[in-house]
């Protein structure tokens, strides 16, 4: 199950990354019976949802979008609301990803279908690890996905995740957690990140209202406010 992370030579130091080659397992059934994407976007919803009470637009960005596991389903639920229009940034380092994010968007039968008037652009934008590609005070709501525990310098990232967001913009962090006594998905055990310890790193970045949200039993998924 750990083979899809790939160990490679990074600051000197022996880390696990992701291998794009692996993709498919993104998208398992395995993945979706530990980690059902609706309980995520459901919540990345209803912070939309607040932020349509007082404009007409939402600007997400998925930071490390893979191949789209929660975006996608998320960009299909903008087309519900009439009259809003939904940006959505799909971000990964790996050209190859975006590739699969691409892929996975054409394949979707129900994408596109506008019955509720609304409308959702995407984009899909190569960037880099400590440099995300997009301007300060654009993004309203940034999900990180299962991406934080690969990070060295986590206080870097954090800051450049703060420098996107808007005053008041919401960020999702989602990762496999430290404290699971027997992973079964995802990578090894001492790789991992504690809840605690995320938690601590956001509130150092200067990051405020962190709560945790009980999503997943192998996951801790943390929204907090810029």
């Not at 596109?112 to 690890?129: D, F, L, M, Q, Y």
């Not at 938690?199 to 810029?226: Q, R």
Request: glycine letters at 6%; charged letters at 30%.
């Amino acid at each position: 199950m750990m083979l899809y992370y790939a160990y490679i030579i990074y600051y000197n130091k022996l880390m696990h990354k992701f291998n794009p080659a692996d993709h498919k397992r993104l998208d398992s059934e395995e993945r979706r019976k530990i980690m059902p994407p609706e309980l995520l976007t459901g919540e990345i919803e209803k912070t939309a949802e607040e932020y349509f009470k007082k404009n007409g637009s939402v600007v997400f960005a998925d930071l490390g979008c893979g191949s789209g596991y929660f975006s996608i389903p998320l960009a299909k639920r903008a087309y519900n609301y009439k009259n809003k229009n939904f940006l959505l940034f799909a971000l990964d380092v790996s050209e190859e990803m975006l590739a699969v994010f691409n892929g996975n968007l054409k394949k979707d039968k129900d994408w596109g279908k506008n019955e509720g008037n609304g409308s959702c652009v995407i984009k899909c934008v190569k960037c880099e690890e400590f440099f995300i590609p997009l301007e300060d005070n654009s993004v309203d709501i940034l999900l990180l996905a299962n991406v934080f525990h690969e990070i060295e310098d986590k206080t870097a990232y954090l800051k450049e995740i703060k420098r996107v967001l808007k005053d008041g913009g919401t960020f999702f962090l989602l990762d496999w957690k430290k404290e699971d006594p027997n992973p079964v998905f995802g990578p090894p055990q001492v790789e991992r990140v504690s809840t605690g310890e995320a938690e601590k790193a956001l509130e150092k970045s200067g990051f405020k209202d962190i709560k945790i949200l009980p999503l997943y039993p192998s996951s801790f998924t943390l929204v907090s406010k810029k």
